[in-house]
């Protein structure tokens, strides 16, 4: 199984890959938070 990390904007997705099952999952990033990164 794979699970595959990426920073789409600023959503935060997860997408989970198995044989012919998939499924990706976001979640909003605060703003505060990239703010600090300095994105």
């Given amino acids: 199984m ?5 920073f789409i904007g600023k959503h935060h997705c997860t ?3 198995h044989k012919n099952y998939r499924s ?8 505060d ?3 600090k990164k300095g994105t």
């Fill in 2 to 6: 794979d699970i595959v990390t990426e």
């Fill in 24 to 31: 990706t999952s976001c979640t909003a990033f605060p703003t």
């Fill in 33 to 35: 938070h990239l703010k």
């Fill in 15 to 17: 997408s989970y890959k």
